[in-house]
């Protein structure tokens, strides 16, 4: 069982959008649209951004978008804000060979 | 709206069990929606998920933690709760319980966290 692939880091300047790529393998990211999309800020639990690929929680800001091509997903983010600049972490069902995968984490920096 | 609060020994010596509880809040631990999750941080790193369980008693564990992990659920309490045997100082990090709402497999719902060191 693999986590996934993320860039430790990306920047942006306010306004700016970004995006994070989180890379699976067939028997996660490609083989199902279970991908989910977390925002940590330091001290805090993870909060929920993204589910099911492209679907935003209740109250989530439509800045927020998922997609996902063969075993990349991806997260943009929209008209930076500085509130943004946080770790994101990426998640995938991975089957019954380990069930959950996560990303190592990458940390958004707002120039 | 379903809280989640974890509590236990923030202190736990090598080659002893990690114990920690979860209890629920605005909700009933018995919902056939609801799967009920354990996933650590250790300082400074990623998430890594430990395992979760359905209310039936079902659980799925992390199959690098497989054989020192069991999950259980008190539907009397409304809490589950996390067993983590014959720990090592790897253990340290911070725990957190949390919840899926249907098939979505996404945690959506997550407790503070609580920090365990192991430490002799």
């Known amino acids: 069982q693999s986590a996934l692939t993320q860039p430790a880091s990306v920047s942006g300047s306010p306004g700016q959008s970004i995006t994070i790529s989180c890379t699976g393998t067939s028997g996660d990211v490609a083989n199902y649209n279970l991908v989910s999309w977390y925002q940590q800020h330091p001290g805090k639990a993870p909060k929920l951004m993204i589910y099911e690929g492209s679907k935003r929680p209740s109250g989530v800001s439509n800045r927020f978008f998922g997609s996902k091509s063969g075993n990349t997903a991806s997260l943009t983010i929209s008209g930076l804000q500085a509130e943004d600049e946080a770790d994101y972490y990426c998640?995938?069902?991975?089957?019954?060979?380990?069930?959950?995968?996560f990303g190592g984490g990458t940390k958004l920096t707002v120039l | 709206q379903v809280q989640l609060q974890e509590s236990g020994p923030g202190l736990v010596k090598p080659s002893q069990t990690l114990s920690l509880t979860c209890t629920v809040s605005?909700?009933?631990?018995?919902?056939?929606?609801?799967?009920w999750s354990w996933i650590r941080q250790h300082p400074g790193k990623g998430l890594e998920w430990i395992g979760y369980i359905y209310y039936s008693g079902s659980t799925y564990y992390n199959p690098s933690l497989k054989s020192r992990v069991t999950i259980s659920v008190d539907t009397s309490k409304n809490q589950f709760s996390l067993n983590l045997s014959s720990v090592t100082a790897a253990d340290t990090a911070v725990y957190y319980c949390?919840?899926?709402?249907?098939?979505?497999?996404?945690?959506?719902?997550w407790g503070q966290g609580t920090m365990v060191t192991v430490s002799s």
């Open positions: 605005g909700g009933s631990i018995s919902n056939v929606d609801y799967y």
């Open positions: 998640c995938s069902y991975a089957g019954s060979s380990g069930y959950v995968v």
């Open positions: 949390t919840l899926i709402v249907g098939a979505s497999n996404a945690f959506d719902i």
